[in-house]
């Protein structure tokens, strides 16, 4: 019985040809090995690099969503002082109006001194 991969020939060369043919399918198994052990070592390499940028882009995501957090706080804090801001321009508005009423009622009932004289000699 003939080994498996090996081509039945007859003659004084089918010897030749079959070790022929088992060393090249030696070789081409060899090369197969090879390949698939280089592609293993790329998808090992692309994984670690992957794993790289997933870390780093969780370090990015933290100080960003740190970030936010700051910038959040601070935003409460200005409208907090822009309503406190707010609310003392409207008193202040309220009080200048109540001094012009005072003022307009002042003058309107002030005598002018120089001509209370007028009034004396008439």
């Known amino acids: 019985m003939a080994a498996p991969g ?3 020939t007859s003659g004084s060369g089918g010897c030749d040809r079959g070790i022929l043919t088992d060393e090249k399918k030696r070789k081409r198994m060899e090369s197969n090995r090879e390949s698939a052990r280089r592609s293993r070592i ?7 690099e992957l794993a790289s940028q997933v870390s780093e882009l969780k370090k990015e995501k933290t100080k960003l969503t740190y970030g936010l957090c700051e910038t959040r706080q601070c935003c409460l804090v200005v409208e907090t002082e822009n309503s406190v801001l707010r609310t003392r321009a409207l008193e202040l508005a309220s009080r200048l109006e109540a001094l012009k009423l ?3 009622q002042m003058e ?6 120089w001509n209370l004289n007028q009034y004396y000699y008439c």
């Open 108 to 113: 309107s009932v002030a005598v002018d001194p």
């Open 102 to 104: 005072i003022l307009m």
């Open 6 to 8: 090996r081509v039945l």
């Open 42 to 48: 790329r998808k090992q390499i692309q994984l670690d």
